[in-house]
C-alpha cells in the first residue's frame, strides 16, 4: 500500500512540471498572424493620432488636451473603455467586442471633426480609414471565432459644435482620447500575442 502511494506521488510530481509548463494563455484562441496586423494597425493609428494632435496644435495653439477635459465633458465627447481587456478579467472575445465598439465610438467622433480646418483634413481622413480597418479586422477576427455579430455597436449622439474653438477643442480632445485607448489596446495586444 505505501509502495503504491509512493508511486503515486512520485507519478503526480513528474507530471506537475509539465502542467505547470503548459501555455495557459488567453492567446491560444488568437493566431498570431491576426495580433501581429493589429499590432501593426494600432501603430500606424497612433502615429497619424500623434500628427493630428501637431497639427492641431500648430494650426490652433491647442496643445494641452488636459486644459481642455471640461469642455470636453460639456460637449459629451466620450471615451471608450477596454475594462473587459484587464488581464486579471480577460476573456477574449469580451475583449475584442469591446475593442471594436471603441473603434466604432472613434469613427463616430473622427466623423464629427469633418471640416475642421484645411490643414488637417487629409490627416483626418486617413485616421477615419485607418480606424475603420482595423474595426473591420476586429470584426472579422470575431467571426472567424464564432462570434455572432450583434450588428454595428451602438453610437452615441453626434457631436455638434457650436463655434470654431468648440470643433478645434473637440478635435483635440478626440485625439487625445483615441490615442489613450490605443495605448490601452496596444498593452493588452501585445499582452495576447506573448507566447
Request: charged content about 10%; proline content about 6%.
Amino acid at each position: 500500500m505505501k509502495l503504491m502511494a509512493l508511486l503515486l506521488l512520485l507519478w503526480h510530481t513528474a507530471l506537475w512540471p509539465v502542467q505547470e509548463a503548459t501555455p495557459l494563455g488567453p492567446a491560444s484562441s488568437l493566431p498570431p498572424s491576426f495580433l501581429l496586423q493589429c499590432l501593426e494597425q494600432v501603430r500606424k493609428i497612433r502615429a497619424d493620432g500623434a500628427v493630428l494632435q501637431e497639427r492641431l496644435c500648430a494650426t490652433h495653439k491647442l496643445c494641452h488636451p488636459e486644459e481642455l477635459v471640461l469642455l470636453g465633458h460639456s460637449l459629451g465627447i466620450a471615451q471608450a473603455p477596454l475594462s473587459s481587456c484587464s488581464s486579471q478579467t480577460l476573456e477574449v472575445v469580451d475583449c475584442l467586442s469591446q475593442l471594436h465598439g471603441g473603434l466604432f465610438l472613434y469613427q463616430g467622433l473622427l466623423q464629427a471633426l469633418a471640416g475642421i480646418s484645411p490643414e488637417v483634413t487629409p490627416t483626418l481622413d486617413l485616421l477615419q480609414l485607418d480606424v475603420k480597418d482595423f474595426a473591420i479586422n476586429i470584426q472579422q477576427q470575431m467571426e472567424d471565432l464564432g462570434v455572432a455579430s450583434t450588428g454595428q455597436p451602438t453610437q452615441g449622439p453626434m457631436l455638434t459644435f457650436t463655434s470654431a474653438f468648440q470643433h478645434q477643442a473637440g478635435g483635440v480632445l478626440v485625439a487625445s482620447n483615441l490615442q489613450s485607448f490605443l495605448e490601452q489596446a496596444y498593452r493588452v495586444l501585445r499582452y495576447l500575442a506573448q507566447p
